[in-house]
Each structure stands twice: as structure tokens, then as C-alpha cells.
């Protein structure tokens, strides 16, 4: 390394970097995360993030808790993950350092903030000893930079106090590590004007110095002898935007609510990771969303299912424990026969968990959380831009089949970000939705008259002459009059079932990455889809017989699933959970599904399933 | 009635905003702070004349024989029929319990939900559908103890609706438990030793909410009920009224201070909104306020009207109301009537406006949405 001082500096083609900010839970390492997200989308490489940062907003300076990170994987090709270990590590204190150098790869580039490493931060990470002077850090390209001070240096002109000044440090740190992979500014430099140039227009100019001097650092600096190039990625082609999966959510349901010609109603109580949904769709009023921040959970879902009554498009999101706080109203809106979302962003769990942290372990909640027999369609997002399908494709099994659907998210594609083709909204079909007419001096309304899907009208108030009653109470069939009756009990819990189990007529047959039949199938739902079709694209390339088969949809199943899983000789379930659909394949298609379980609140690596893969298949 | 028998040129009115029928052109009894009656500006619909019968579903009422419900139910209808408002903008809404069937007994819309949660349906429905009328009907125990968060919130963001809760102070539906309004040392099913936790008085509650409606009657009071149903209707925000209800079966009598013949007069107190609070069989007997309390005294012996409490139902701060809520039987009357009618914006229309302001800088389009921030291109 360092052993040229040429200004003009080697420039070395990558087809993929994996980069990641940690720091402090106040440095800044989300926005750098996410600029550096978006620039690299902007030069048209396929981009996966993954941001990872602690509950407290504000955990003690400089401990092991509060470190907050953001990882970014850009790449000349499509990809599917964040990437499983880190090439280049920014860490702005000895916290970080500690806590994010495991991930580091062996001679990857590490990037700290000398200033921090004085005592008191290195007692507060637990290093004995100074990790840059005792050289434990070998087996890495370290580059020391004493960023505080040159931060303090580039912005002094610009009337800051010392606190203000050194929150500019993460600037100088995206400057550098912009530099170091050719990245442009200007994106950046936009976004600064936009955040900070009315508002406070001296901010914005410290902020602009101390990117130009990180960035300068690397151009000058003898240590960098090098720096990197990734070439934009052979997307499809359209128009593209970097989109975070909350986002993508929200803009779903904004767009379902269109497709459907429905006003929007949210019912939502702030929760981490859902809360950012509520935020966006609060924006939109000009759409005729309207948002109801409402005083628990229960009111939130009670209030959509008001909502959907009157005609419109009720929803609530949340996370796990808001949604086992609505379980009863679902319920409701299950014998109601009315349709509604319920938007599940999973977190750690159990009760409050890990509530920054993903997890898949919500499933058997949404399958089977509620008293009686309760049916109620369940589809999962596999990406960040997925969820923007996802909603509307569950918008339109609950208004064809009179019926609440669960869509679950999760955190790690909640907050996730990647390339999104930009659709053509005029080519998106409508959403059909019928509603009954006046009935004039006609006989008595029949609210449970089903048609051929046994869906129920839906009626709405204001109608004249469909003045009914519906409760939570059990239904007569047809009229929807109270009824005890224990023919009709059975009669209608059979029937929302073979209801809901219809939907499988309605839904695409459920497709298979890779031989058709084999040795190994892996079968996968929601947020692990990145992990699981990478590794069997990287076994597949080295010759292994194995398949991928991911859900979207866990209830009903595709009408086709236990044909594909009879395929296979051996079946891998990885879940983020301790194996909630291994199980439900076991029980439901007697397979000899086995799991692999992980629940440390972070997405698998692409390693841990290729492992897997490769040691059952060759068993 | 059938339907050809007549008709009677009637403006519907509904509350909220709707496209096609102009706004605010009720008749406010007794006058409170709701908007000047405006002229229609479009020709008036030609309503059927309804009767109280037309109002009744076709489902048996299933409330035990002598229950206090009947009579509510009885004058709910007739003050529906004095509305004016077609019986498919109405819709009723209830949690769970003996008065959460309320629904199933009207020819209205009608939802029967789940426990407590009542006021959040409303919302919903209210918000989505201001053209709509909706009630919510209630009771101590689905309003107060297991819907008590919905319906204080409810309260407070003044949502243009009508909450009726019938307090019968026991839980009626599951045989005989002590409910939030049942008094001290109570025998019940679960309390053999008697009632240890301090009951809530529901007035106390939606004017510390500052409910801009609130108002209390009795099952039996025909007269005075249909009163204050009317006069909750025709307020614009959440009304709020407690209905004091006899259940026969579980806890009969409980209000037998305030229904008897002989007691009735000592142990209630008619609010009249200007008027002295004057009681008593001979209306000899008056509320005088002692500094900040209120104390019981006769007039005559130096004592006039003038020295009395006077009730104003439209004062802004609620201090007047709340004290009134506070007077409970023996040491004073329980006032019965319009504690408070004031103004206030309503959540609904304030969500509305803001739809509608939003929306007069431009409707949303898709497009735009999808291609908001920095997009690149893929050729």
C-alpha cells in the first residue's frame, strides 16, 4: 500500500462493493447510509441496503449500545442482498469498531476517526489496549484519519459551535468514501441545499465544506493509493428510483386505493418498524388519504373496519405487538365478511423484543391468531420494491372476497432499499369493486347472499333499502340475521373457510427457480427471498440440483405447491423464526421439510444458506 | 305508515358535509351555539312522513321483560321520526352488552361490534361518511371499563357524533358483576364482600374530556328523554348522554331514588339552561354555590331565586359542569338534562377540510407520486 505518490491515482473496476457507515446512534450513519443508496442507484447500479441501529434514539455516547449502522451493497449486476461481509468499514468511534469489525472481511478497508480512539473512548468500546497502536488490526488496510479535526478545520469559517461543527464529521466521511468508489456529489450537494440551504444556510455550508474535504482527503492523501469503480448494473429497462419498503408499501396502497376508485383510510398507532408507512401516507392527502393516528392499536383496526363499512379502503399497519393487541377485531372483520388490510411489519419478538431488529416469527400469528375458526388470507412481501405489489395484489383478494388479508413485512425490507422500475400508472388495471343499488320496494335485503367466489355484498350505508345489521355475533346465512342455530354454525365456518381456501383458484400457480425435480428443493417466504435465490444461484452455478421456490402467498397456498414439494428428495426451510411454515408445510402436505432457524434479529447471509444447501446435498 | 299515505316536504338533514344537501340547517332546541339555521339552497327532497313503528326491525327484541332498554329504544324511535333524515343515513353502532343490541332492533344500518371499541368504529365510518348520522350506543361496562380509552379520545377530538350509554351500574350480560358506575360496599356476583374500588360517575369523565355535549336522563322520564335524545341529535360534535337504566334482573332498583314517585322530586334536579337550580316536591329547595361548593338550601327565610346557582349550559369552561356531575344523591339532587352544549371544531370536519385543502392544490396523480425525488433511466 501508499507506495506511489502519483496525484493521478490507479482506478480499479469492481463488479460489486459492500460498504458500511457505523458510528454513534447520533452521527449521522443513516443519512450517509442512505445518500450513498441513492447516489449509487442514481449511476445506475443495483443497490441493497441494510440499516441496522439500536431502540434508543439516543443511547450514551460512545457505548457498545448505541452503535448504529448502515450497510450498502452496489454492484455492475443484479443482486439480491446487502452482501454477507463488508469490504469497506467506516467506524467513527471505538464502539463501532468493535462491534462492526467481525463482519469486516479479511484485508478489507477500514476507515476510523483517530480522534475518538483517546481513552475514554477506548474504555467505553471495552479495548484494554489501543487497537490502532497494538496491531491487532492487521489482517486489515486500516487508514487512521483524524476526522474531527479536520472537520473542525474545514467548516471553522463557517460560525458553528464545536458541537454543531462536529456534526458535520459524517460529511467528511461520505466524502472520503465517495472518493474512494467514484462517486459523484452533486446528488448529495442537492440534497443538502434541499435539507439545510433555507433553513439554516450555514449549516448547509459546513456540511458542503466538510464533504468537498472528505472527498479532497482521499484525491490527496498519500495513503490511498487507489480507488474504485463500479460500472452501472444491466437493469431492465425503464425509468428507476431507489425505494425503501415502507415506502414501496405506502405508494401501494395509495395506488390499490386508485386502482379500486376507493378513498384510503389508515388507522395506525406509531410502532417501530411500521411507523414510517403512517408518515408517508399522512403526505398524501391530496390522494384522499386520510390518516388516523388513533389511541391504541385496537382503535386503529377497529376505526379501518368502520372505515371499510362506510365504502372505503380501510387499513391499519403495525408490528407484531400491535397486531396480536387487534387479533379480536380481526375477528370482527372476519365474521363481518368486510374487506380490510392488516399490514404486519415484523419485528424480534416475543412482547416487545428486539423492536429495531427483523424477524419472520409472526407467521403463526397471522395464520392462526385468533379465536374460533378464523380464516384470513396471508401474503408476504419479498423485497423492498415487492412491497408495493404485495398491497395491491391483497387489496384485491379482500374487495373480490369480502374478507380482511394480512400482508407481513418485516424490518429488514421495511427499512431496505433497491432499484424500483417506475410503472406507467395508466397501465395498471382497475380494481373491480361492486356495491348493490337501491333496492326499491323490493323484498328484505340479504346481506349473506353470496355469489360464485361466496363472497357477501358489499352494502353500503346510505343505500336506500340495504338497511341491515352485521355484528360480531354468528350470522344466519343469506339473511345475516343472529343465529344460534348449530346446523348454521357449522354451515358458516365451513363456508368462510372454503371461502378463503377459493382464493387459491385465483392466484398464479406458484413458480420454481431451477430443475423442475432434484434433490433439493428450498422453499422460502417474505424477507429471506434475497438471501435464499442468491445462494441457489451460487450452488447452481458450481453444478448443485437444487431449486428455489419462494411464497407470496402463505394462505391459502398456490393450488400447485404440495405437487412441486413432491418433487424433491430433501426440502430447506430457512425462516428468520424457529420453523413456523416448516411446520405448516409438515402438517399440511406431510413432507420431510426440515429447517434452517435463525433468530439473532438480523437477515441470513448468503454463507449460512449456501452452507446448508451444500451439506444436504451432499449428505 | 305506508308510504303513499303522504308526504311532507322535509330537508333532510344530515350531518357533516355531503355533495348534494346543504349543511348546518338544523333547529336547535334551546338554543345552544350551533350555527344559524340557513335556507336550503336547493329544492327540498320529498321525504316519506316515517312513524316510531317504521324505525323497528323485523327481529324479536330479546331484552328481559321489563328492562329499562325498551323505553330507550321506544324514544329513540320517536325522536328518529322527528328528524328528517332518511333511515338509510342512519347508523347505529355498538360494543358489547345487554344495550350493545340496540342495533339489531332499528331499521337503520347497524353494526354490533366487539367490546368497548364502539367510538373507533365510528370514527372510521364518521370520517369516511360525514354524510352519514351515526350513534353509538353503550353501557358503564362496555363504555367505561373495557372502551374507556375510545371513548374519552373519542370525546376530546369532538367527533359529529351521538353516544348514548345506558348506566344500569352492574354488568347485566354476564349475570350479575359489578361494573365501573356500581356504588361502594355493592354485593355482586364477584364482590361477596362488596364493591372496594371508587366508581366513576360517566358525566365526570366526558367533561373532564370536555365534551361539547353532555347530558343525562332516565329510562322512565318518557318526556325527558326524548328531550335530550333530540337535543343530542341536533348537536353538531360528540353528544354525550347517560341514561340512568333499570335492570330489573340484576340490579333492580338502583335508581329507585330517582323514579319514585315519592322521592323522585328531592332526588333529581331538571337543569334548565338561564334558570335557577331549583327541586323539590314543592320546588322549595335550591342549589347555592359556597364559595367553590355547592350547598343544598330552602328558599324562603331570606333566601330567593336570585341567591341560587344558575345554570349555563353554554359557559366555555367546563368548571360549572363538572361540579354539577359531582352532586350525587343523598347529600344533593343528580341534575338531569343539558349540562353542556358549546362549540367546538369537530374531528371529522377537520380531517375533511384538510382532504379538501390538500386536494385544491392539486389531486394527487400517481405518476408524479411514483416519480417523486431523483429517478435515472435504464435504456
Redesign the interface.
Known sequence: MATTTAVEKRVIELESATVRFAGDSGDGMQLAGNQMANTSALVGNDIATFPDFPAEIRAPRGTLAGVSGFQLRFASREIYTPGDQVEALVAMNPAALATNLPDLMPGGILIVNKDEFDAKGLKQAGYASNPLEDGSLKAYRVFPVEMTKLTRLAVEECGLGTKESDRCRNFFAMGLVFWLYDRPLEPTLRFIESRFGKRAPAVAEANRRALLAGYHYGETTEAFDAHYRVAPAKLPPGTYRNIMGNEALAIGLITAARRSGKDLFLGSYPITPASDILHELSRHKNFGVRTFQAEDEIAAITAAIGASFGGAMGVTTSSGPGIALKQEAMGLAVMTELPLLIINVQRGGPSTGLPTKTEQADLWQALFGRNGECPIPVLAAASPADCFDVVQEAWRIAVRYMTPVIVLSDGYIANGSEPWRIPDAKNLPPIEVKHPGPLENGGPFMPYQRDERLARPWALPGTPGLMHRIGGLEKQDVTGNVSYDPENHQHMVQTRAAKVAGIAQDIPLQQVQGPEQGKLLVVSWGGTYGSCATAVRNVQALGGSVAHCHLRYLNPFPRNLGEILSRYEQILVPELNLGQLCFVLRGRFLVPAQGLNKVKGKPFTVAEITSKIQEMLHA | MPDSQGSITASPRPRGTVPDVPASDATIIGGASAPPAAAPTTAPARLPVLTPNDYA???DVRWCPGCGDYSILAQMKKVLATLGI????L?F?SG?GCSSRF??YL????????HG?AP??????????P??MVWVITGDGDGLSIGG??L??CIRRNLDINIVLFNNRIYGLTKGQYSPTSPLGKITKSTPMGVIDNPLHPLCLAIGCEATFVARSIDTNIKHLTMVLQRAAEHRGTSFVEVYQNCNVFNDGAFDYATNRETKSDATLELEHGKPLVFGKNRNKGIRLNGMTPEVVELGKGITEDDLLFHDEKAPEPTLAYLLSRMTYPEFPEPIGVFRAVDRPKYDES??A??A???S???????K???????????
Open positions: 326491525s323485523d327481529q332518511p333511515r338509510e343515513k347508523v353502532v358489547i342495533p339489531y331499521n337503520t344500518y347497524g353494526f354490533h361490534s366487539i371499541r373507533a368504529i365510528a370514527t372510521g365510518l364518521k370520517v369516511t361518511r354524510d352519514l380509552n375510545h374519552m379520545h380531517m375533511n384538510q382532504i385543502e390538500a386536494r392544490k392539486g389531486e394527487g396523480d400517481l405518476d407520486l411514483f416519480h417523486a425525488g431523483d429517478t435515472w433511466v435504464v435504456s
